[in-house]
């Protein structure tokens, strides 16, 4: 692995390209059984003049990739930051009209719901249903629905909050 990282560098330096040392990281991927045999045992860099750990998820443009591949890091990023901007959106709506608020709702959630939400085929049942919790949510903000309320009655006018079903 280490003459890897060697062969890479210089293949970038050739290029005209630098490494950042701090921000290189190795993602060894496996199946969830096989997960026990990854090396965790760091590798040292000759060109870098650095220690390489391997990781277990790495984000890439703004997609976070599990070493299973399962993208569990990915949905419970998503999950997290989306119903953070929804407090943050509870707490002025008062102050805002219908319009605006629905505004907010997309930009600030929706927006990140659809973002690479390709990668997210063929994902477990359970992050499909992580996924859609937050654009019901977002609904239940919309229309001031309790979350005791049924949510089927108002997601059937808002068809783009919808995650789609599973195949």
Not at 31 to 54: C, D, E, F, N
Not at 139 to 167: G, K, M, N
């Amino acid at each position: 692995m280490s003459a890897c990282f060697d062969e890479v560098s210089s293949w970038m330096r050739a290029k005209r390209l630098q490494v950042n040392p701090s921000k290189t990281e190795v993602l060894w991927c496996a199946s969830g059984r096989r997960q026990h045999q990854i090396p965790t045992s760091q590798y040292v860099s000759a060109v870098l003049v650095t220690y390489v750990l391997p990781v277990s998820s790495v984000r890439d443009l703004g997609v976070h990739i599990d070493s299973d591949v399962s993208l569990r890091t990915h949905v419970i990023a998503n999950v997290r930051l989306c119903f953070a901007a929804l407090r943050q959106i509870r707490s002025v709506r008062r102050c805002l009209t219908q319009h605006a608020l629905l505004t907010l709702i997309r930009a600030l959630v929706v927006s990140k719901v659809d973002y690479c939400c390709s990668v997210l085929a063929g994902i477990s049942g359970h992050l499909l249903d992580r996924m859609q919790s937050i654009l019901n949510a977002a609904a239940r903000l919309l229309f001031s629905a309790r979350c005791s309320e049924r949510i089927t009655p108002l997601l059937r006018d808002l068809h783009w909050l919808r995650v789609p079903e599973r195949i």
